[in-house]
């Protein structure tokens, strides 16, 4: 049974964004890819563009944390309404990620860890050029933590491609998906 939401956590540049383009394609259901870029990119260009710089965003009425508050409370909503959703962000704090699973609650819900070489994903993320440098390697030591996957996928050396199979297979041969209730439990305590 395919789950409401697939959620991919992993650090920027790990590669969730291209697998969730590559898996949206294969999967028999209508999904949509809804990732914290869907939010970000509704910034201000300017904020955007400082936000990629690394630099501080100083604009009155600015909180990132309200963004994230607001991201998943239009997952909730979507899903609610009957949609199915892949969700991709790197979730760091412990406190964003039980919102996260809080909002998702009650839904059939498939957690995904992508896990990537810090070399590799800093490499990639030099040339992408639309990251602030050194974000993985800020991401790498938190984004995992306190989160038990249902199903994890590492990208050093598997395209975006095969990694997305790799997952569609998994979610062709699973009815019960317990990763997003053990993490919620670890969390709350």
Known sequence: MFP???????????????????????????????????????????????????????????NYSTLIEGY?????????????????????????????????????????????????????ERQRGDRAIGLAESEFHLVHQHLTYDIELDTTFASAEQAAKNLLVYLKEQDVYNGAQLSRENLAR
């Not at 409401?4 to 949206?24: M, P």
């Not at 704090?93 to 009650?106: D, Y």
Request: aromatic share 6%; with cysteine.
């Open 4 to 62: 409401n939401v697939i959620v991919l956590n992993g650090t920027g540049s790990a590669g969730k964004t291209s697998i969730a383009k590559s898996l949206i394609e294969m999967l028999p259901l209508q999904y949509l890819n809804f990732s914290i870029d869907s939010v970000l990119y509704a910034l201000p260009p300017s904020d955007l563009q400082k936000m990629m710089e690394g630099k501080a965003i100083t604009r009155e009425g600015y």
């Open 72 to 124: 998943h409370q239009a997952a909730s909503g979507l899903a609610k309404a009957g949609c199915f959703l892949i969700l991709d962000n790197a979730w760091t704090l412990p406190a964003e990620k039980l919102n996260m699973l809080n909002a998702l609650s009650g839904f059939n819900v498939c957690l995904v860890g992508v896990k990537c070489d810090l070399r590799e994903t800093s490499e990639r």
